[in-house]
């Protein structure tokens, strides 16, 4: 999404440089993060600096929000807003059923983050696990139906792939119809000036 004054996309490896000085400003692993660099949203200002960024790994159906950044403390809440509507649409987008974080502010626990009871940890992908703070989560959709629209997704991704098959062999035999044509009209021409180069030598004074 864009603003009159930010611009919130995901991270290049042009931000690279821009991210960096953020990890270390927040005392982040940057080594690390800069291997997963594509993980991160980011949010440019109208002179192209990094006003915040915010990491959405991706596991399976399960994302986690993770090393939110900001270039100024007093722009936090207003970078986390904007940072929030753009993790919400890459969310969808992957189709993912759940959202866990270990952000504490209360932003996010206005957002419908709430404390993972034990039976809802286990589910949390262990990709994600290792740090000790506390775990929120937020559900997106319904677990049981995520399969079913997966199977949709992909009977829909197949008849799209069928009719492009159809559509390239019809193409293709509309160019071999008309490459025959050419062929034969070539075959005839070559044919008429043959019979007229003879029938011009047979005409010739001996």
């Known amino acids: 999404m864009t603003t009159p004054n930010f611009q919130v996309r995901r991270a290049t490896i042009e931000d690279l440089p821009k991210l960096a000085s953020l990890w270390q400003q927040e005392n982040l692993p940057a080594q690390e993060l800069e291997k997963r660099f594509k993980e991160f949203q980011v949010v440019e200002g109208a002179g192209g600096e990094l006003a915040a960024a915010l990491g959405l790994q991706v596991a399976g159906a399960e994302g986690r929000l993770h090393s939110e950044m900001f270039a100024r403390a007093e722009q936090a809440d207003a970078m986390r807003e904007l940072l929030w509507e753009r993790a919400r649409v890459v969310a969808q987008n992957h189709g993912l059923v759940r959202l866990w974080t270990q952000f504490s502010t209360p932003f996010w626990n206005h957002s ?63 160019l071999k119809m008309i490459a025959l044509v050419v062929v034969l009209a070539v075959f005839g021409l070559v044919a008429f000036f043959v019979l007229s180069w003879f029938r011009a030598r047979g005409k010739m004074p001996g």
């Open 112 to 174: 419908g983050f709430r404390h993972a009871a034990p039976d809802v940890l286990e589910k949390l992908p262990s990709v994600f696990a290792g740090d000790p703070h506390p775990w929120r989560f937020l559900q997106l959709k319904d677990e049981a139906g995520a399969p079913v629209s997966i199977d949709k997704e992909f009977a829909l991704f197949r008849e799209m792939e069928k009719e492009r098959t159809e559509k390239i062999f019809r193409q293709a035999k509309v």
